[in-house]
């Protein structure tokens, strides 16, 4: 005969178990917010240190000052440039709340590229759908992207969209392009097509979501280092597996943080700093942003960086 009281024992034990984990991942991680610092090898020799902050996913509420007040103390981080790279808003009067929360980093040089929850809100999904990579794409209410771009804008950020820009910052010679967002197919990467100077201390890209695809066209074009976001870490992972989705088509070992990309090309992903309203847990995956030191890269690396410039300059495209 079965112990029916062991048995009883053993699904109250696991849905306790389930309780305080969804507990766990609900109100203390997913309000865990954490500061990377990672170390980048990309800058041509004898380029000057470059400290850049790199923002993702925020998916801000009015309401959300604990997420606020955080992020307004990364300004005393004195980056020499900010990066965005998307998904902003999570309500369509969250402009405000995201200005202020950027606080003083709006007054330092800024680079942005807008996401899906920038240009549409969130809506209530079936978690099982980001298992499926070809899932019918669902979008909410239009949000007032146009009024966020403003305001960054007016505050000297650039904005990056199908856009090439050189700069130069804390003595580091940038060429930077960006796309729009590919999770919403909005790149149109033939708009930014092409070389950037070669005479630049750091060829820079941006994008919103990782897509493999046009990761290979920044990394054809001989760009050092891609930015980009909207993956959340996987979000909801496990120990010592890590993410289980990705939400795009990169492998789960590039979910979040630093790698390579083709033989010379580095990426690197944000986990982000928010969640979708609909989903509001993190579990093994804390909200982040990640102040990034770029240093030279090994002279062999750069070298070699400079024979396939020289190559792309002189092969019919």
């Given at each position: 005969m079965p112990d029916h009281s062991a048995l009883f024992r053993a699904a109250a034990g696991a849905a306790g178990a389930a309780a305080l984990g969804l507990g766990y991942a609900t109100l203390i991680e997913r309000n865990a917010f954490a500061l990377r610092e990672v170390t980048m090898p990309v800058l041509d020799p004898g380029a000057s240190t470059l400290r850049v902050l790199h923002l993702s996913d925020l998916?801000?509420?009015?309401?959300?000052?604990?997420?606020?007040?955080?992020?307004?103390?990364?300004?005393?981080?004195?980056?020499?440039?900010?990066?965005?790279?998307?998904?902003?808003l999570s309500h369509p009067k969250a402009v405000p709340a995201v200005v202020q929360a950027m606080g003083g980093l709006l007054a330092r040089p800024g680079l942005f590229v807008f996401g899906s929850n920038d240009y549409f809100a969130p809506v209530l999904k079936n978690p099982l759908r980001y298992f499926d990579r070809d899932h019918e794409r669902v979008y909410g209410a239009p949000l007032p992207w146009g009024d966020l771009r403003a305001a960054f804008s007016e505050r000297g950020w650039h904005d990056m969209t199908h856009v090439r820009r050189e700069f130069e910052v804390a003595g580091v010679r940038i060429a930077a392009a960006g796309v729009d967002d590919p999770h919403l197919e909005r790149d149109r990467y033939d708009t930014i097509a092409g070389q950037?100077?070669?005479?630049?201390?750091?060829?820079?890209?941006?994008?919103?979501?990782p897509e493999p695809r046009v990761l290979d066209r920044f990394a054809d074009d001989g760009y050092d280092l891609v930015l980009a976001g909207h993956t959340h870490g996987g979000?909801?992972?496990?120990?010592?597996?890590?993410?289980?989705?990705?939400?795009?088509?990169?492998?789960?070992?590039?979910?979040?943080?630093?790698?390579?990309?083709?033989?010379?090309?580095?990426?690197?992903?944000?986990?982000?700093?928010?969640?979708?309203?609909?989903?509001?847990?993190?579990?093994?995956?804390r909200p982040e942003a990640t102040l990034l030191t770029l240093v030279p890269a090994p002279r062999n690396e750069a070298l070699a960086a400079a024979d396939r410039a020289a190559e792309s300059a002189i092969s019919p495209r």
């Amino acid at each position: 005969m079965p112990d029916h009281s062991a048995l009883f024992r053993a699904a109250a034990g696991a849905a306790g178990a389930a309780a305080l984990g969804l507990g766990y991942a609900t109100l203390i991680e997913r309000n865990a917010f954490a500061l990377r610092e990672v170390t980048m090898p990309v800058l041509d020799p004898g380029a000057s240190t470059l400290r850049v902050l790199h923002l993702s996913d925020l998916h801000m509420m009015p309401n959300q000052r604990l997420k606020q007040n955080w992020l307004r103390e990364l300004d005393r981080l004195e980056p020499d440039l900010v990066v965005n790279t998307g998904d902003n808003l999570s309500h369509p009067k969250a402009v405000p709340a995201v200005v202020q929360a950027m606080g003083g980093l709006l007054a330092r040089p800024g680079l942005f590229v807008f996401g899906s929850n920038d240009y549409f809100a969130p809506v209530l999904k079936n978690p099982l759908r980001y298992f499926d990579r070809d899932h019918e794409r669902v979008y909410g209410a239009p949000l007032p992207w146009g009024d966020l771009r403003a305001a960054f804008s007016e505050r000297g950020w650039h904005d990056m969209t199908h856009v090439r820009r050189e700069f130069e910052v804390a003595g580091v010679r940038i060429a930077a392009a960006g796309v729009d967002d590919p999770h919403l197919e909005r790149d149109r990467y033939d708009t930014i097509a092409g070389q950037p100077n070669p005479l630049a201390d750091l060829k820079l890209g941006l994008t919103h979501s990782p897509e493999p695809r046009v990761l290979d066209r920044f990394a054809d074009d001989g760009y050092d280092l891609v930015l980009a976001g909207h993956t959340h870490g996987g979000q909801l992972c496990l120990p010592f597996v890590g993410a289980l989705v990705t939400n795009c088509r990169i492998d789960r070992s590039r979910v979040k943080g630093p790698s390579r990309w083709g033989a010379h090309m580095r990426l690197h992903v944000s986990a982000g700093v928010g969640t979708s309203p609909f989903a509001p847990a993190r579990f093994c995956c804390r909200p982040e942003a990640t102040l990034l030191t770029l240093v030279p890269a090994p002279r062999n690396e750069a070298l070699a960086a400079a024979d396939r410039a020289a190559e792309s300059a002189i092969s019919p495209r």
